[in-house]
Structures are given as structure tokens and as C-alpha cells.
């Protein structure tokens, strides 16, 4: 499984940003496919996740705020993230999970500035 990451920048607070992450490769041995995020200085937090019958999952405090949206291609999930603050400035990472393997996407910095 690969996982092609994009989106991210730097947003202004309350505004908004989508992260969109496509896989590729053995689709259907992939069971969940979310976000984790790591903020300077800490380690990597969870963010949200989907599985494959399209229940989601979201931490705390991103609850009410982030959605996961399934794309028109089943390969592809966004994160849509809206009133973003500046404890949500972070790097985050895109991954899939299959039975016996977590796969990760690179990397895409989300700046929020207050």
C-alpha cells in the first residue's frame, strides 16, 4: 500500500483547510484509513480515522470540528478541517491500516496562526 498525501499550508485562525490522502496498491486488504498529527516537541497524536464500512472516529479535540469525507474514488479520503486554532499546527500524516501492517503517507505541515 502506498499513500499519497496532500493539502496543508497556513490558515489564519477559525479559517479552513482540507488534507486529502490517496492510496494505491492492495486496496482491499486495507481495514481503517485516517490522520495522525505531531506537533514540535510532541509525540504523534491520533486525529481521526475511517474504516472501511465508513465509521469514523475523531480525538477530542478535534471532535465537532474535523470530518473525514469519502471521495468520489475509493482511494481517496479528505480531511476537512474547519476552525482551525493554533494548538492544531501540527505536521500531519495521513496512514492506512490492514490486518498485519500500518502504512504512513509523508507529511504535510498545517500552520495556524492566531
Known amino acids: 500500500v502506498q499513500l499519497q498525501a496532500s493539502g496543508g499550508g497556513l490558515v489564519q485562525a477559525g479559517g479552513s483547510l482540507r488534507l486529502s490522502c490517496a492510496a494505491s496498491?492492495?486496496?482491499?486488504?486495507?481495514?481503517?484509513m485516517g490522520w495522525y498529527r505531531q506537533a514540535p516537541g510532541k509525540q504523534r497524536e491520533f486525529v481521526a480515522l475511517i474504516t472501511r464500512n465508513g465509521t469514523t472516529t475523531y480525538a477530542d479535540p478535534v471532535k465537532g470540528r474535523f470530518t473525514i469525507i469519502r471521495g468520489n474514488a475509493k482511494n481517496t479520503k479528505y480531511l476537512q478541517m474547519n476552525d482551525l486554532k493554533p494548538d492544531d499546527t501540527a505536521v500531519y500524516y495521513c496512514n492506512a491500516m490492514t490486518t498485519f501492517n500500518i502504512y504512513w503517507g509523508q507529511g504535510t505541515q498545517v500552520t495556524v496562526s492566531s
Open positions: 496498491g492492495d486496496m482491499l486488504s486495507i481495514n481503517t
